[in-house]
């Protein structure tokens, strides 16, 4: 009887403490908020430096330069003569903008309600009395603030959970963030110095722990 009573208490033991190990959050990094396959294309990989410089210049010129107009032509000259450059080394840069975008805007579904942790830096969206109960996580220091912000599946919504905040010190606190993750792209405002701007998300994360960052 004893044998008995004791076996139970071991089974009932092993019910309470498996819920808990379920619990335990994966770790992430931020190479893993992109689908695998996507970062193992590297469309550059065969150009040769002096290519890749110039492909780099033409794309990234290309997103801070205002529309294309009568008033704007005077910008594009530059890039209108390296367009063809590239093109006869057959580079298209269509084509490598294209799969760019792709590559900043996939997101990975399979990351669904899993509980996760991951560090990174703190974005206030809403304060009281520096107690923070929601913010955008980025992976660096200056993100979203400086032009052009991080791609959307390098940034994170979240939202503290009810009754819950954590008291930022500074803009960009450290921190590590666990909760569950959900994969699905919005948009957010963000107030800044001289105004606000959308900021397109790719993931979101209801958290219950936020810590300081600490290895």
């Known amino acids: 009887m004893k044998t008995f009573i004791r076996v139970l208490i071991i089974i009932a033991c092993t019910l309470h403490y498996l819920p808990a190990a379920a619990e335990k959050p994966r ?35 290309l997103d801070s330069l205002p529309e294309r107009g009568p008033d704007t032509e005077e910008f594009y000259k530059e890039v209108d003569a390296a367009i063809p450059q590239l093109r006869k080394a057959g580079i298209d840069i269509n084509e490598l903008m294209a799969k760019r975008k792709l590559l900043q805007t996939s997101i990975v579904e399979g990351l669904n309600d899993q509980r996760v942790r991951i560090p990174g830096y703190l974005l206030p969206l809403e304060v009281s009395a520096k107690k923070v109960t929601e913010f955008l996580l980025v992976p660096y220091i200056g993100a979203c603030i400086h032009v052009p912000p991080p791609p959307p599946n390098q940034i994170i919504y979240v939202k503290i959970v009810q009754n819950k905040s954590y008291q930022s010190r500074n803009l960009y606190d450290p921190v590590w963030v666990t909760g569950v993750i959900t994969a699905k792209s919005m948009e957010k405002n963000l107030y800044l110095v001289d105004g606000s701007a959308d900021v397109d998300v790719g993931y ?12």
Do not use: C, F, R
């Open 27 to 61: 770790q992430l990094s931020w190479n893993d908020l992109v689908p695998a396959h996507l970062l193992a294309d590297d469309p550059l990989a065969n150009m040769t430096e002096e290519q890749q410089d110039l492909v780099y210049w033409v794309i990234n010129t």
């Open 204 to 215: 979101s994360i209801q958290a219950n722990i936020i810590e300081p960052y600490k290895e």
